[in-house]
């Protein structure tokens, strides 16, 4: 993936330029987007915090270049799981109540110069 100068775009620019192609696409499904780049006091991190109608949800997003053989997803490992779960429980503590469904989902955009971008939105990635 270039940039507009034909420049190949770094590790951190193509996951700035993933989260808010993913954030487009949550908001096209009709999701709510409540916060960005949330960092726990206890090192938890979440990419997208968003409300998807009653239920809030907790997103990793994954971009990658063109797949080869594996999925974004397979990017969520154990040890990213938990970094994410406490951040997502961070959130959770910042709430006066957390008497509703919330979830951890993953939002996979693949990067294909030249064509639009794949995103797939994989709710309830992990538990």
């Not at 775009?9 to 096209?28: D, T």
């Not at 949800?57 to 154990?78: C, G, H, I, M, W």
């Not at 109540?97 to 294909?112: C, G, H, K, Q, S």
Request: hydrophobic share 35%; net charge positive.
């Amino acid at each position: 993936m270039t940039d507009r100068a034909g420049e190949r775009l770094g590790h951190i620019a193509i996951g700035e330029l993933g989260e808010k192609i993913a954030c487009s696409a949550l908001k096209s499904r009709g999701r709510k987007i409540l916060y960005r780049n949330y960092r726990g006091s206890k090192g938890g991190e979440v990419d997208i915090v968003a409300r998807d109608g009653e239920v809030l949800s907790f997103v990793e997003v994954k971009t990658r270049r063109k797949r080869d053989t594996s999925r974004p997803l397979e990017a969520v490992n154990k040890k990213k799981q938990e970094l994410i779960k406490r951040g997502g429980n961070s959130w959770l503590g910042l709430l006066t109540t957390n008497d509703f469904i919330w979830r951890y989902d993953v939002v996979e955009v693949e990067l294909i110069d030249g064509e639009v971008p794949e995103v797939t939105v994989v709710e309830g990635a992990f538990d």
